[in-house]
């Protein structure tokens, strides 16, 4: 074979080589990247061998569009702490339509009070979902010997002797805040099955006998964000729980001062260590079209004024909201 021929050859491949790797490139960077910042959440224990449900996606910066409006929060806050009306004052605030955010700190650790009765909700209703009927069950109310935590805003209670379905038990906890009916709904649940929620949603599980638990904003809002996007109970009982939420009682807070035909999805909670007051509130606010999820917390010695704070901020993004 002629030197002329083998190079013939030798520059064929060349160029063959170097198309073929040209088009490979092309194919690679068309090919759409997922942020490594990004932070998917999936079940970690289901009845499936071969699926793990998603149930949430974090991980994403905060939107540039809600620069004002923090700004203008963050004005309101220290003129409240300033004055020392307040101590601290945490805020997480989602756009649900894209989950678009923005926080004030948001990563500070508050203890919850009774925002911890939303898990105890999602985890007998979950119990529905595995097992239709369940919130049919009956359990009879039997006064505890030891004392609840005082509660400056009470709601009606249910009577010790009687006897009440699991879904009267949760509306009366949901809706009224009941100390007695989170009580008996406590005593019936299965520990390893609670414990699992909480790991399935990267929060650190709540333990009852821990008085100093803490949780913050950000990590709080995933208990809404699942009900709103149903992935963690079915549509029909994620619907339920937003129901039951929209029935709260509680009208200062969050609620207090937007008008009162919008539909608001919320639970409050307060726990006091000696003279230290935390105050918090969650909300699923439908703003029209584009619902958004707004949590509160706060640190004083004067959970009126803190009440009242809460209203101001609320009032204030309802006000402002629809020119984000």
């Known amino acids: 074979m002629s030197s002329l021929v083998v190079l013939s050859i030798a520059l064929n491949i060349y160029y063959l080589t170097r198309k073929a790797s040209a088009q490979k490139s092309a194919v690679s960077s068309a090919e759409p990247k997922t ?13 499936s061998k071969l699926i793990r449900p998603l149930l949430l996606v974090d991980g994403s910066p905060e939107s540039p569009r809600m620069a004002p409006l923090k700004w203008a929060l963050t004005r309101t806050i220290k003129e409240w702490q300033k004055d020392g009306r307040v101590s601290a004052v945490s805020v997480y605030l989602a756009a ?68 009440y379905k699991i879904s009267e038990l949760l509306r009366y906890m949901i809706a009224e805040s009941d100390n007695n009916a989170t009580f008996v709904l406590s005593m019936h649940i299965q520990q390893d099955e609670y414990r699992q929620m909480f790991v399935d949603l990267d929060i650190t599980p709540y333990e009852v006998s821990n008085t100093l638990y803490s949780i913050s904003p950000k990590q709080y809002s995933k208990f809404f964000r699942v009900l709103y996007s149903a992935t963690y109970l079915n549509e029909q009982l994620s619907e339920y729980a937003l129901e039951l939420l929209s029935k709260c009682n509680f009208r200062e807070g969050l609620v207090r001062d937007i008008p009162k035909q919008t539909i608001v999805a919320h639970k409050f909670g307060e726990r006091s260590i000696d003279y230290d007051m935390n105050f918090s509130e969650s909300a699923i606010v439908f703003y029209h079209s584009s619902p958004y999820l707004l949590i509160v917390m706060t640190k004083g010695r004067d959970i009126k004024l803190q009440t009242d704070l809460v209203s101001e901020l609320s009032h204030e993004i309802y006000l402002k909201y629809g020119n984000i």
């Open 35 to 47: 942020p490594s910042s990004l932070h998917f959440l999936r079940e970690q224990e289901n009845s």
């Open 96 to 163: 649900l339509n894209d989950m678009s955010w923005m926080g004030i700190g948001s990563e500070e650790q508050y203890l919850p009070g009774s925002l911890m009765k939303v898990p105890i909700m999602l985890y007998y209703l979950k119990q529905e979902q595995e097992h239709p009927g369940a919130i049919n069950k009956e359990f009879v109310y039997e006064r505890p010997k030891v004392s609840f935590p005082q509660q400056n805003y009470v709601g009606d209670s249910i009577i010790a002797g009687r006897k």
